[in-house]
């Protein structure tokens, strides 16, 4: 059975490109070999990352809250 993995940033529960679409090469220290590409993110991408962050915090503590 082979898994794929995404490469993407996730974000507010999604896998989402680099909201500029840029992407790097990860190299494999031991042999210098690429391993896979992976999107940059960008300022843009962490401002949204942490907002979706706060509103996920939100709703657990208003779930805790009604426990």
Known sequence: ???TIPY???IDNEFVD???G???K???PANEEVICEVAKGTPDDVNRA???AKVGTLICN???RIM
Request: glycine share 0%.
């Open 62 to 64: 208003d779930y805790i």
């Open 50 to 52: 942490v907002e979706a």
């Open 18 to 20: 680099a909201s500029n």
């Open 8 to 10: 993407q940033l996730f």
């Open 26 to 28: 990860t190299i494999n």
């Open 22 to 24: 840029v992407t790097f």
């Open 1 to 3: 059975m082979e898994l």
